[in-house]
């Protein structure tokens, strides 16, 4: 065999056909689009679930990754109910906002002076 000889394609040609995306990102934007997760591997039955049981009927302890996943799904409801709460006592406060500037206004109407020479019923609207 003869000497070895450097390549005579340019680098920048054989880089151009390498790919700097992540494989696992392949499918995401279809799994969005009906409803699933971004990833296989985000939730669901092969996710969540045991991987095995004993023979007699004993499930698996849970893994790591299912505790975890556990741990944040009960955080995440936590903080759901949380702002709801919130969101709830926030239309409440607004309602009896709305209420007590309604009386305001009604008692200011009430207590407004007869215009002078007015001869006659009431002069002040009732709305």
Known sequence: MGPLRPL???VMYVLRFLSSGAVSRAGSKWRLGVGLSKSGSDYGPLTDLPDWSFADGTPAPPLKGQVRRRMESEK???RIVMLTTEL???KERWAE????LQRQEEERQLNL???KGYKGGCLRSKS
Do not use: L
């Open 88 to 90: 709830e006592q926030g």
């Open 76 to 78: 995440m409801a936590r």
């Open 97 to 100: 906002q709305q209420a007590h």
């Open 8 to 10: 005579s394609v340019p």
């Open 113 to 115: 002076p007869i215009p």
